[in-house]
Nanobody, 120 residues
Framework: QVQLVESGGGLVQAGGSLRLSCAAS????????MGWFRQAPGKEREFVAG????????AYADSVKGRFTISRDNAKSTVYLQMNSLKPEDTAVYYC?????????????WGQGTQVTVSS
């Protein structure tokens, strides 16, 4: 069973940047599409970005398009989320997870996530 550990969150001012990492172990990381989701207080968990198994295809939520970039390093079993021009509304707990390549929906177990807080 794949285990996923997110890191890289923190407190940043609006307009700043953060890079999140998600390290996978216990499975065949390079076989699966991966996604980042986030959940803000009092809101539903939402899709942020997804990447195909080889990085050839990506997708983003409209709210982050042009500001966030998802990437992966299969040799390191790690997926990244580079977040630039951060806004207070990006404040949330961010999670990575396996996703289905045909519709970007998540499957498997959620990890602990990493907190991102953007101050105005």
């Amino acid at each position: 069973q794949v285990q996923l550990v997110e890191s890289g969150g923190g407190l940043v001012q609006a307009g700043g940047s953060l890079r999140l990492s998600c390290a996978a172990s216990g499975g065949t990381f390079s076989s699966y599409a991966m996604g980042w989701f986030r959940q803000a207080p009092g809101k539903e968990r939402e899709f942020v970005a997804g990447i195909s198994w080889n990085g050839g295809r990506t997708a983003y939520a409209d709210s982050v398009k042009g500001r966030f970039t998802i990437s992966r390093d299969n040799a390191k079993s790690t997926v990244y989320l580079q977040m630039n021009s951060l806004k207070p509304e990006d404040t949330a707990v961010y999670y990575c997870i396996n996703i289905r390549a045909n519709n970007w929906t998540p499957f498997g177990s959620w990890g602990q996530g990493t907190q991102v807080t953007v101050s105005s």
